[in-house]
């Protein structure tokens, strides 16, 4: 890194904010909750928010995905 030791914060921040967390990364996401508060209001971000989190995945996919934490912990036990 050019800029090594420039930054003058205590060791755990450093490698909090440089390693695991990049403050970069969170851009986009910043920008779209500001830009979608400022045009269209409350509203407009309850709905960015919801369709964040909304999932519809078919039977099939839910059975897939409850399978393997199913698996994983019958394994684990069998193990002991």
Not at 20 to 39: C, E, F, K, Q, R
Not at 60 to 74: A, D, E, K, R, T
């Amino acid at each position: 890194m050019i800029a090594q030791n420039i930054w003058i914060a205590p060791e755990g921040v450093k490698s909090f904010l440089s390693e695991y967390h990049d403050l970069g990364s969170y851009g986009p996401l910043v920008g779209a909750i500001i830009t979608t508060y400022l045009y269209q209001g409350k509203e407009g971000l309850k709905s960015l928010l919801k369709r964040g989190i909304m999932v519809r995945l078919g039977r099939c996919w839910w059975i897939i995905l409850v399978s393997f934490p199913v698996l994983i912990g019958g394994s684990l036990v069998l193990s002991v």
